[in-house]
């Protein structure tokens, strides 16, 4: 069948009735306009859109406090809370907490309302699937886990971080480039790979199944129409787990950066 279908499709090919499916090229899109000599692409709109999303989300989830809140500003509070309590508190206490938390709401709702565009019809593409947002993410991250460390201990914070206590000296030769590699190389590397590529990969995916509905209902036709349906529910499923990935992600990348920040101010620092 698999094969059949194969040659079936290499012959509509032929024909002139291409299948286009996704291409690394959707993250290059055209410039639509500049402002004041800089350019615009889709791409910018739609994290131009998020922004204003998020912004307006936690204006009108705080603006009016209340002791008994509406079901609007219960979210936007189970959202904050979850920030400061699961995350924050959880991993640096209550003083480090709150001395972090600004930067650690900002990290996860700018990841989570910049993710979630993928799936949002006629966008279709999250704010993060382009380098440059994960990148400035994770150099933040970098920055703050760094100063972190220096403020709690300006001496001996790159000192315990290179040269880890317990370790015979002869071992620091092997040791040394090792933790110096995958503490000031690795993290903000890894960081900026994980956020981008599960979202280039789920947007690729959706792109596919949606692609092929398309293709098998209105190229092929007749009964190749069944195969329309089953990519077609694949493309609704995995909607719903981009869904899962875009939270996911917001929340690992948060944690990550907290648990970053809880090993430079750990006491042996």
């Not at 990841?111 to 999250?126: D, E, H, S």
């Not at 899962?244 to 944690?255: E, G």
């Amino acid at each position: 069948m698999f094969t059949h279908a194969a040659t079936l499709i290499a012959k509509t090919a032929e024909d002139g009735g291409e299948f286009h499916g996704p291409s690394i090229f959707e993250f290059f899109p055209d410039v639509l306009f500049t402002i004041a000599g800089i350019p615009v692409t889709r791409i910018h709109l739609i994290q131009f859109l998020a922004t204003i999303a998020l912004v307006l989300f936690l204006w009108l989830g705080t603006r009016n406090m209340r002791l008994i809140p509406g079901r609007f500003q219960s979210i936007t509070e189970m959202g904050l809370d979850f920030v400061r309590v699961n995350i924050a508190e959880d991993l640096l206490g209550k003083k480090d907490g709150q001395r972090f938390l600004p930067i650690l709401t900002t990290l996860f709702f700018m990841i989570l309302f910049f993710n979630l565009t993928g799936i949002i019809p006629f966008l279709n593409l999250a704010g993060t699937a382009i380098i440059a947002v994960p990148l400035l993410l994770a150099v933040v991250s970098y920055v703050t886990f760094i100063y972190a460390g220096i403020k709690k201990s300006p001496k001996n914070f790159f000192k315990n971080a290179l040269f880890p206590s317990g370790v015979p000296w002869p071992i620091y030769i092997i040791v040394t480039p090792i933790e110096l590699i995958s503490t000031f190389v690795i993290r903000p590397v890894t960081l900026t790979l994980r956020l981008l590529m599960n979202m280039m990969v789920g947007h690729l995916l959706l792109v596919l199944f949606f692609a092929a509905t398309q293709f098998f209902l209105f190229t092929l036709g007749g009964w190749w129409s069944a195969l329309a349906a089953g990519s077609l529910a694949f493309g609704f499923v995995f909607t719903l787990f981009e869904l899962l990935v875009a939270v996911l992600q917001a929340y690992v990348f948060t944690i990550l950066t907290a648990v970053y920040i809880q090993l430079a101010v750990a006491e042996e620092h």
